[in-house]
């Protein structure tokens, strides 16, 4: 910051520093002795430039151009001033958004999708007969195909709720367990940020994907709730990194733990080590359908 100069009176001197702004030099007028105001120049490769303005400006001061940048130089500081909290809404790392989700807690709906996958996990470890009458009733189908096929007669005959049903059963409790709680964080933090509605509508749209996807390559022995959490994260790394008014970003170590235990499942690095079959085709179309749906004008990131 470098002194240009001095200037008679705080109208004049403010003036001269709204027309500097609008022209792209930004100046400072701190107040001297008496009516004097001191003229300073933020930049220092700006100076002359500064300098040979005040010159002109102190020559004539009642010249109309002068006077007439002052609602301009109003509008574009605004302007500056949005930017700058847009920049820092979409700059928030993991920090910041554990402080969103101690605000906004978990909404009722991610409330209630817990409480399902919890209900239907009892039940079907109360005995092996329930298990099969669940996992028949709930699994996307009970035409076994597989491998570049996909009948649907069940849902064709209007069982709809198949395309989604299948995201409440879990078959471990490490399995139940490590889904809900990113579906706790996630959820709640997406829910809290477009409404119950929209938040519902995305759901079931990376439900029904990732499920249709899963049986085409593997048939209907599938069940968890984890391509719907693949796709929450791929929602909001999109969000995050191309809309700027969204005001949640996922921090790179999420980015990369989703993509490597992504990388994990295809190797069966995580079926020997947990001892459960993967449903990578799931978590990569779940992936691919929220960063899909990130750019769809629907989900605007307001509450509705």
Known sequence: MRVIGNIEGSSAAQRFVDYTYVQGVECRADHGSGDRFEILVYEEDQFQAAQAMLNEFVLNPGDPKFAAQASKAASLRQSKLEDEERYRERVKGRGEMINTLNRAGSGKL??????????????MNLSDHLWNRIFFTLSISNFRVGGGGVGLPEVLQGQIWRLVTPIFMHGSFLHIFFNLWWLKDLGGVLEWRLGWRPFSILVMVIATGSNLAQYYVSGPAFLGISGVVFGLLGFIWMKGKHDPNFGIQLPQVVV????????????????????????????SAGLVMGMLCAFLPYWDGTRR
């Open 110 to 123: 991610t409330l209630g999708l817990i409480g399902v996958c919890i209900a239907v996990f009892v039940l």
């Open 256 to 283: 990369f733990m989703m993509l490597l235990w992504l990388v994990l499942g295809y190797t069966g690095t995580l079926e020997r080590g947990v001892g459960l079959r993967i449903a990578n085709t799931a978590h």
